[in-house]
């Protein structure tokens, strides 16, 4: 493992969020008996904001993780390889709330003490520090074709920006 600066990081963003996917992951010691729980993500992003270098992700209500993400100051976004997309699909299509299913998709989580996660099959993990989140709402959208499109259900996110305090390249 070598940890990296976020200036040093050779990675596409598009291609990392797009291609790859993540898990999105968080702790929270108050969750009985696992209390940490990862969702797969494609949507996200990084760059400069308030003059720190920072990660933005994006999570509906209704997942599971977002309880732990709530409960938390830390965020992680783990990167993994090509081999890991069946495990990261297995992870998007079933919740946390009904079992260990990063144990059944494979998944061998690092809890930190420090309040985040990390995975050993992981290329890369990012870990942050949450600075803000917002409930987006439909009045504002300027595109609102992106809400029929994308919120059939009017499930919006709530995007949560967050400080990258390390990142972690295996």
């Known amino acids: 493992m070598k940890e990296i600066s976020p200036k040093d990081l050779e990675q596409n963003i598009f291609k990392l969020f797009d291609d790859s996917w993540c898990l999105i992951a968080a702790k929270d010691e108050s969750k009985s008996p696992l209390c940490y729980n990862a969702m797969t993500a494609s949507w996200g992003g ?29 965020i992680s976004l783990s990167f993994f390889g090509e081999e890991m997309k069946k ?12 079992g260990d299913k990063l144990k059944e998709a494979g998944f061998s989580p690092i809890i930190s003490d420090k309040a985040y996660v990390e995975f050993k099959e992981a290329k890369m993990t990012v870990i942050g520090k949450k600075l803000f989140s917002a409930d987006m ?21 709530t995007v949560y920006v967050c400080e990258i305090e390390k990142i972690v390249i295996n």
């Not at 209704?62 to 830390?74: A, G, L």
């Open 46 to 74: 990084m760059g400069v904001l308030w003059n720190k270098n920072v990660f933005f992700c994006f999570v509906r209500p209704q997942r599971y993780t977002k309880e732990f993400i709530d409960n938390t100051d830390y």
């Open 87 to 98: 495990a990261l699909t297995y992870c998007g299509r079933n919740s946390g709330r009904d």
């Open 137 to 157: 709402k439909e009045s504002d959208f300027i595109d609102k074709a992106l809400i029929e499109k994308n919120y059939p259900n009017n499930d919006f996110h």
